[in-house]
């Protein structure tokens, strides 16, 4: 597995993994499509970037962290994550958010993530450290130095 910085084009094939998700009923992938084509996001300002993980050939994953606009401090959302089905708990989750955050946090020492798309993002995004949070723009929080799992 590895990952890899997205810049100017995002990977070939990511129409099959929108359409993994979509069979899942999330939309990220879909809507990071979307913004992408129109130009409205392309993770290019402000510290924000987007990752791809890959197994060999295939696109197993990918995700992205911008600036966070709901919080007064200085703060890096995370965005867009979805990993293909195959792909979970073999470690490409993990390994994508760890590089997203790692990339963050050189930006910010707080992060944001929406947890509200599977059932399986909270307890993933906890895994990974971040805490609930009681928000209308965001689910969890992570605060370097405040929190474990990371």
């Known amino acids: 597995m590895r990952i890899e910085r997205v810049h100017s084009e995002l990977p070939p094939d990511i129409g099959s993994l929108a359409s993994a998700a979509a069979?899942?009923?999330?939309r990220n992938v879909s809507m990071?499509?979307?913004a992408w084509e129109a130009g409205e996001q392309r993770?290019?300002?402000?510290?924000?970037?987007?990752?791809?993980?890959r197994d060999s050939d295939a696109l197993a994953g990918i995700g992205g962290v911008k600036r966070e606009t709901a919080l007064?401090?200085?703060?890096m959302r995370m965005h867009r994550f979805y990993v293909h089905p195959l792909y979970r708990r073999r470690g490409a989750g993990r390994r994508l958010a760890q590089?997203?955050?790692?990339?963050?946090?050189s930006h910010a020492s707080v992060?944001?993530?929406?947890?509200?798309?599977?059932?399986?993002?909270?307890?993933?995004?906890?895994?990974?450290g971040f805490v609930k949070a009681e928000a209308d723009d965001?689910?969890?929080?992570?605060?370097?130095?405040?929190?474990?799992?990371?």
């Open 72 to 75: 007064a401090e200085s703060a």
């Open 111 to 128: 992060l944001t993530c929406n947890a509200r798309a599977t059932p399986l993002a909270a307890p993933f995004w906890e895994s990974m």
């Open 23 to 26: 069979r899942e009923g999330v």
């Open 99 to 105: 590089t997203v955050m790692d990339h963050a946090l």
């Open 32 to 34: 990071l499509i979307a």
């Open 138 to 150: 965001y689910t969890h929080i992570f605060r370097t130095g405040m929190n474990t799992g990371a």
């Open 43 to 53: 993770f290019d300002l402000d510290g924000a970037a987007l990752f791809a993980a």
